[in-house]
């Protein structure tokens, strides 16, 4: 009688462990590795693309100097070509437009981008030559002098004109209790934000922050 308890215990022994080890294997989930496809989709950033020339403009700074989000590039691509049609600028000879890439705010979204020279100038040096005309225009003796100096740079000025017409096109992104984004040497006179402070001026006296 010992021996068959002893046979059955064994048996129930040796039949027990192959059920248990076959019910944990059974429950285990297979393994997924953190740079799966399923998870990378999750964490995809919003596409981005570069700012492409059209017909009257070329971008002659390299393409990772102005990537953006597809709203913001189709929304200023199509006021660059309005822009450079407005000025006379043709396919042969088109306008040409240097970006940079900034690093705050909406930059790190890619909702914003900096345009630094137009047709070849720097935006902070068609500045200075603005701020220069209303420096003569001031000294100027008589108002009619005054107005044709400054009416002159106006019509010259490349810079001053393209922040005038991004800023009459509007559109541009307005963050809750935060001012319209676009900002430049000519914020403080000219722009839709006209209060900006001095630090946030001279961060914007030679290049042309729009975003959107």
């Given at each position: 009688?010992?021996?068959?308890?002893?046979?059955?215990?064994?048996?129930?022994?040796?039949?027990?462990?192959?059920?248990?080890?076959?019910?944990?294997?059974?429950?285990?989930?297979?393994?997924?590795?953190?740079?799966?496809?399923?998870?990378?989709?999750?964490?995809?950033?919003?596409?981005?693309?570069?700012?492409?020339?059209?017909?009257?403009?070329?971008?002659?700074?390299?393409?990772?100097?102005?990537?953006?989000?597809?709203?913001?590039?189709?929304?200023?691509?199509?006021?660059?070509?309005?822009?450079?049609?407005?000025?006379?600028?043709?396919?042969?000879?088109?306008?040409?437009?240097?970006?940079?890439?900034?690093?705050?705010?909406?930059?790190?979204?890619?909702?914003?981008?900096?345009?630094?020279?137009?047709?070849?100038?720097?935006i902070g040096v068609w500045a200075q030559e603005?701020?220069?005309?209303?420096?003569?225009?001031?000294?100027?003796?008589?108002?009619?002098?005054?107005?044709?100096?400054?009416?002159?740079?106006?019509?010259?000025?490349?810079?001053?004109?393209?922040?005038?017409?991004?800023?009459?096109?509007?559109?541009?992104?307005?963050?809750?209790?935060?001012?319209?984004?676009?900002?430049?040497?000519?914020?403080?006179?000219?722009?839709?934000?006209?209060?900006i402070s001095d630090r946030m001026l001279r961060?914007?006296?030679?290049?042309?922050?729009?975003?959107?």
């Open positions: 009688m010992r021996g068959r308890g002893s046979f059955r215990q064994d048996r129930r022994t040796i039949r027990g462990r192959p059920i248990r080890l076959y019910r944990v294997a059974s429950g285990v989930l297979p393994y997924v590795p953190p740079d799966s496809p399923g998870e990378a989709a999750t964490n995809t950033p919003p596409s981005i693309q570069p700012i492409a020339s059209g017909k009257l403009f070329r971008v002659v700074s390299p393409p990772e100097q102005a990537t953006a989000t597809p709203q913001l590039a189709q929304h200023l691509s199509q006021a660059l070509e309005q822009f450079a049609q407005a000025n006379g600028f043709t396919e042969e000879k088109p306008l040409a437009i240097s970006f940079g890439r900034g690093t705050l705010g909406l930059h790190r979204s890619n909702r914003a981008v900096d345009i630094y020279a137009v047709d070849g100038k720097g603005w701020n220069e005309a209303v420096r003569r225009a001031a000294a100027a003796p008589n108002p009619q002098e005054r107005e044709s100096i400054v009416a002159e740079q106006k019509q010259r000025n490349l810079g001053y004109k393209l922040y005038k017409a991004l800023q009459a096109r509007g559109g541009w992104a307005q963050p809750p209790g935060y001012p319209v984004q676009l900002f430049g040497p000519w914020t403080r006179g000219e722009g839709p934000h006209k209060r961060a914007h006296r030679d290049h042309i922050h729009v975003a959107k």
